[in-house]
Nanobody, 123 residues
Framework: QVQLVESGGGLVQAGGSLRLSCAAS????????VGWFRQAPGKEREFVAA????????YYADSVKGRFTISRDNAKNTVALQMNSLKPEDTAVYYC????????????????WGQGTQVTVSS
């Protein structure tokens, strides 16, 4: 079955960096776009970043543009989210998700989700 497993979360001070990874199995990864989402306590899940199947196009939420970078390695079935200049408001559980035809709608309708990894940014 399809599995997406996030890793790399943790506790970091404001201004620091973390690199999240999403490892996929059970699907032809190279034809799936991947998105990162986050959910803070008491808030709705929100879109963070996404990348198309080829890695040729990326999308970012305004709140992370210029600080976060999404990338993928289809040979390793992984997608990374490099997070720099972290702020306390970036604290959340981060999820990766996969879908085909991501270009049509990169903020929703993902059929496959990981379990999430906690990111905590202290002030």
């Amino acid at each position: 079955q399809v599995q997406l497993v996030e890793s790399g979360g943790g506790l970091v001070q404001a201004g620091g960096s973390l690199r999240l990874s999403c490892a996929a199995s059970g699907l032809t990864f190279s034809v799936y776009g991947v998105g990162w989402f986050r959910q803070a306590p008491g808030k709705e899940r929100e879109f963070v970043a996404a990348i198309t199947w080829s890695g040729g196009t990326t999308y970012y939420a305004d709140s992370v543009k210029g600080r976060f970078t999404i990338s993928r390695d289809n040979a390793k079935n992984t997608v990374a989210l490099q997070m720099n200049s972290l702020k306390p408001e970036d604290t959340a559980v981060y999820y990766c998700a996969a879908k085909q035809w991501l270009e049509l709608s990169f903020t929703g309708d993902y059929p496959y989700w990981g379990q999430g990894t906690q990111v905590t940014v202290s002030s």
